[in-house]
């Protein structure tokens, strides 16, 4: 190889990675002039930061607090730069998709990259937009706190068997509930979900290493019932009495002028086989959220058994495969969530007839 063709190499090479890096650093800084910009909040977010009185400043005093206690509890302030990242997060919570959203790329720093369904919300889940309450004001046991979720700092994770910190466990969010992706703990997405988090356990003045019972899910195991077994027919009839005006016959989920009115349960929109939502895969985590958090409005007037039957009948409809069940699997529930809408559709009609 001659000298010259060796210096054309090398400097071919320096072009690349110099091209490499001059495009990360436009793209660093095209990430730092969205962090700047006003931002435009959500209807529910901008209800909700005025009521806990989010404004940048040296000190920061909860209304929240003061309405509930009548104590006058001050902590430190939140600087422009947190603020922003605080409403982007309360932005992310409650709008995962960007329906609301001008720019839902730039807006919800593209969360829909790590999501597979069109349905997926965090505030699904984490109802409230992350701190769920009643009408006085009373936070509600097994309801998915993010704030009672931020403040239990590293926490044990029995389906790993990790100590996993906050971030960590908003990737298992992605990958669990969305049947999707694991972001990168550094992405401003988690950055800012995390900053959210934090300012609702200071606007509800949680103290770091507490459990509190709106934190994670109230399960529900088999021993918690008369041990009448899981029965689908029950959970099927339940469905349709309790869930079906929601979620639809075939719990694919409805929508309204692009919003998702309710999220899917089952089909290709929904969690995974692989999800702890599924109920062959953990069965108290479902039925503690039903009975806990459903039917809207009517919290906690389902029986353990009752919301047993419902996810277990939920479970047992087509939905995807997670990554550990292998190609056949992935195969046969694809052909299931294709085959069985029309198949039910069908026999429903014929049963009119």
């Known amino acids: 190889m001659s000298p010259a063709w060796r210096i054309t190499k090398i400097i071919l090479l320096l072009l690349v990675l110099g091209s490499i890096y001059v495009l990360a650093i436009q793209k660093h800084n095209q990430r730092e ?54 409403q982007r997060g309360c932005n992310i919570v409650d709008d995962t998709q960007g329906s609301l959203s001008g720019d839902a790329g730039l807006a919800r720093w ?60 908003q990737m ?18 988690i950055r800012d979900v995390t900053a959210y988090s934090r300012f609702l356990s200071a606007a509800l003045d949680l103290k770091i290493g507490n459990h509190y019972d709106e934190q994670g899910i109230d399960e529900i195991a088999a021993s918690a019932t008369l041990k009448q077994g899981d029965d689908y027919v029950r959970g099927e009839g339940l469905y349709k009495e309790k869930c079906q005006s929601c979620h639809g016959r075939q719990a694919f989920g409805t929508e309204a002028n692009g919003r998702i009115v309710a999220p899917a349960l089952a089909g290709p929109n929904s969690w ?23 039917p809207l409005g009517q919290e906690n007037t389902l029986t353990n058994q009752e919301c047993r039957d419902i996810a277990y009948y939920i479970s047992n409809l087509p939905r995807p495969a997670g990554d550990r069940q292998g190609p056949l699997a992935a195969l046969q529930q694809q052909i299931l969530m294709t085959v069985m809408p029309p198949l039910m559709r069908l026999t429903e009609s014929a049963g009119k007839n």
């Open 33 to 86: 002039q969205i962090r700047k910009v006003a931002v435009a909040l959500t209807p529910g977010c901008a209800e909700k930061l005025r009521r806990y009185g989010l404004v940048h400043g040296e000190r920061y005093r909860s209304p929240y607090v003061m309405q509930q206690t009548g104590a006058s509890i001050t902590v430190r302030g939140y600087s422009e730069d947190d603020v922003r990242a605080i």
């Open 110 to 169: 593209n969360a829909t990259r790590f999501i597979r369904g069109t349905h997926a919300n965090c505030d699904h889940c984490h109802q409230g937009i992350g701190d769920k309450q009643d009408a006085d004001g009373n936070r509600l046991k097994g309801s998915l706190s993010l704030g009672a979720s931020w403040v239990m700092a590293d926490m044990y994770d029995r389906f790993t068997g990790l100590l996993l910190p906050y971030e960590l466990r």
């Open 272 to 294: 995974n086989m692989q999800s702890r939502n599924y109920f062959y895969y953990v069965s108290t985590i479902l039925p503690g959220f039903i009975c806990r958090n459903m």
């Open 172 to 189: 298992q969010c992605y990958i669990n509930s969305s049947n999707g992706y694991k972001p990168n703990i550094a992405d401003d997405l």
